[in-house]
């Protein structure tokens, strides 16, 4: 059951004094005077409960006879409230015979009985007992309160760094720009991949893939309309790709892509040629004028099939890379697979992929 929230770190503890005799209520007040703790007075049920609703008591000291409603029937009324349950009542009775009537009210939460007329010594030692447990329960709540506290921000910061720490991560491993997996993830997977084929004798492709023309978009339009299209051509690539493929950004406008489960040399040519027609629909980009306008992008893809043209992760980037630099040599914007001539590049190749745009 949760206690109600207070504020009591610095407040004197609260009694209660429930009697509808003003000259009772005076006189309880002057007995309790020794003890440093605030009177609240109620001379009914009603005013009772509601002070019960509005504050905190250390105890509760309820007289039983009363006209309307009398202590027992405030007591079961209180024992109903959520605030006021657990708060200790000492019934103050004219009469200490009736035993029954001890036991409802032990029943309905009483804690002690005291008789009138009422023994101040008596009183003193049996409302400082448990003003005492009070303020032990208070401090002990105060204690847990403060370590619940400390406990969440314990997690909050460990919530935090363990977010940092996988943002970290991610940044380590994919692309800022597009979110694609970089080429430190690619070839972790490559290598897993090519591991796993080898002992189920599966097939997969690796493909190497340029944007072309992609200089003059940045040239004409902006780096920001460069960074749109590639931003594009990752998102093109996502929803072309299975679930158990990768399509990953090497930086500039150069990508790679893992094929998984796939079984034949012409299977792979027909996803590839699928791949490249998704990335020629027009993109389109905002101008420096404030206006739109529509790019039609091309890509040229280099594919190596495994195991045919490698049986490890080095061979088959290097059979794709070379397919890839054909493609660009040969005309662009089409699929090629690996072929052993492919390793003969032209010269002009030779000195850099940059030769041919």
Known sequence: MSEPEFDDSRERPKLLVVDDQYANRVAMRRLLKPLDVEVVEAANGNDALAACLDDEFALILLDVQMPDMDGMEVAELLAGEETARDTAIIFVTASSDDEMDHLKGYDLGAVDYITKPINERLLLAKVRNFVEFYDSRRALRRARDEVHTVNEQLRGEIEIRRHAEARAQHLATHDALTGLPNRLLFVDRLTSMTKRARRQAGHFAIGYMDLDGFKPVNDAYGHRAGDLVLEHVARRLEQALQDVDTAARFGGDEFALLIEDIETEQRCLARCHEILATLAAPIPVPTTDGGEVEIAISASLGVA??????????????????????????????VRLFESVDDARPMPLMQGRQMVQ
């Open 305 to 334: 099939f495994y195991p045919d043209h490698g049986d490890d992760a080095d061979e088959l980037m290097h059979n794709a890379d070379s397919a890839l630099y054909r493609v660009k040599y040969e005309g662009k914007a089409s």
